[in-house]
């Protein structure tokens, strides 16, 4: 393996430095002492040395011509990639049956009809992720980077360089896992790029567990600055897609197969960090806390305990980070301080740690987590969702407890 050596351990001490320069590599081969010898990499180069070092680099340079890069002409056109909205209403109704995978890509289309710089990548997931409705309408926008994730990524963050585009990279929530390095090197960087997730959790159903996400909320909440868009409905997947478009950080959009009823009206407004309260009495007991698949599997369980007459305050988080933390902690103390968080996910890293570390400091708060504590198994999405402990029926189990505790 060859030896490399910092720049800033090469430089005289006269010599202007950067911030940048101390990124900068060079590989020690011809270097006397240097070249093959162990336990030389990443060292700084004594100062003693480090003058005969540049001699020698100096020695070796052909030319006699200044070595001064011509600066890179600025002719590139004007453009804007911000302030972007979409261009026409949504068309869902109340109870309509949609996926946020097929909301997802469907929004994508929408957008691009209103910002000519919206681009699409994808890792040959297209008939998955709907992505291939926005290949249909804009082929020359849509970029195939086949099953080569972390090369997706590399190439999303090609794109985005310089704000000159806003890229959309899509793929299995669970194929990110892939392309670590490269997200968090893009982070970073500070380079806003949009990455959507699709096959989230076990509600996946039949597929099996291999494509099923479950770590993803981890993974993106450990990214430093990076937005985790969860969507519970059609309506909110629409809204996350553009305000991830017209965010300057970086953004995760976490989307579901199942088929899910629309539960809000194309009137609703939502915000980066906002939750939304989707059911609430004055005689709420308990609070449960969910998104996506869980969110109405809450539902379900807010009506059939209704029968008993047991109220409940259901909480829709929308983004898992920013973590709408005041709404949190405001109706905890309205419902007794009782909170029952339910994701598709693993619990490690995911929506009960996000709120448990939310309400950490407040005093006579109690949080009871539901998530997947094993590896899932195929099956349709109810089976698995009852199975792995985060369906109504668990839900209404789990009340029960807290309120009797």
């Not at 937005?227 to 989307?255: G, Q, W």
């Not at 009495?281 to 109405?296: E, K, M, Q, Y």
């Not at 949080?367 to 089976?383: I, K």
Request: aromatic share 6%; net charge negative; glycine share 4%.
């Amino acid at each position: 393996m060859p030896t490399w050596l910092s720049w800033n351990s090469l430089c005289r001490p006269d010599w202007p430095r950067t911030q940048k320069s101390t990124c900068l590599c060079l590989p020690s081969a011809g270097i006397k002492d240097v070249e093959d010898a162990e336990s030389w990499y990443g060292r700084s180069m004594p100062k003693e040395r480090a003058d005969a070092i540049v001699k020698l680099i100096e020695s070796q340079i052909q030319t006699n011509k200044i070595l001064v890069p011509w600066p890179p002409i600025e002719d590139s056109p004007q453009i804007n990639i911000m302030d972007i909205y979409m261009a026409s209403p949504s068309v869902y109704i109340a109870d309509d049956m949609v996926s946020t995978q097929r909301a997802c890509g469907l929004a994508l289309a929408k957008l691009s009809h209103e910002n000519d710089r919206v681009i699409v990548l994808d890792s040959d997931t297209k008939n998955f992720n709907f992505s291939d409705i926005f290949k249909k309408e804009h082929p020359e926008r849509f970029i195939q980077c086949y099953i080569a994730e972390q090369n997706m990524v590399n190439v999303a963050l090609g794109c985005a360089t310089r704000d000159r585009t806003i890229a959309f990279a899509c793929t299995f929530a669970a194929f990110f896992t892939r392309a670590f390095d490269q997200i968090r090197v893009g982070a970073i960087s500070q380079i806003n790029i949009n990455l959507i997730g699709c096959h989230c959790g076990v509600s996946t159903g039949d597929d099996n567990p291999y494509h099923m996400a479950l770590e993803d909320l981890a993974m993106f909440r450990a990214i430093p600055n990076c937005i985790v868009f969860y969507p519970s409905d059609a309506i909110s997947t629409e809204h996350a897609v553009y305000l991830a478009a017209n965010s300057k950080e970086m953004c995760f959009i976490r989307t579901s197969q199942a088929e899910t009823a629309v539960i809000y009206t194309t009137k609703e407004t939502f915000q980066i960090g906002q939750a939304k309260v989707v059911r609430q009495s004055d005689n709420d007991t308990v609070i449960v806390i969910g998104a996506g698949v869980t969110l109405h599997e809450a539902l379900v369980a807010a009506d059939e305990l209704s029968k008993e007459d047991i109220s409940i305050r259901v909480i829709d988080l929308f983004t898992i980070k920013p973590l709408d933390i005041a709404t949190i902690i405001s109706n905890a103390k309205a419902t007794g301080g009782r909170i029952i968080t339910v994701e598709d996910h693993y619990p490690e890293g995911g929506i009960g740690g996000a709120v448990c570390a939310a309400v950490s400091m407040e005093p006579n708060i109690v949080v009871h987590q539901l998530a997947v504590m094993d590896v899932p198994q195929s099956g349709r999405c109810n089976e698995a969702l009852d199975v792995s402990g985060i369906s109504s029926r668990h839900i209404i189990m789990a009340v029960k407890c807290i309120l009797m505790n």
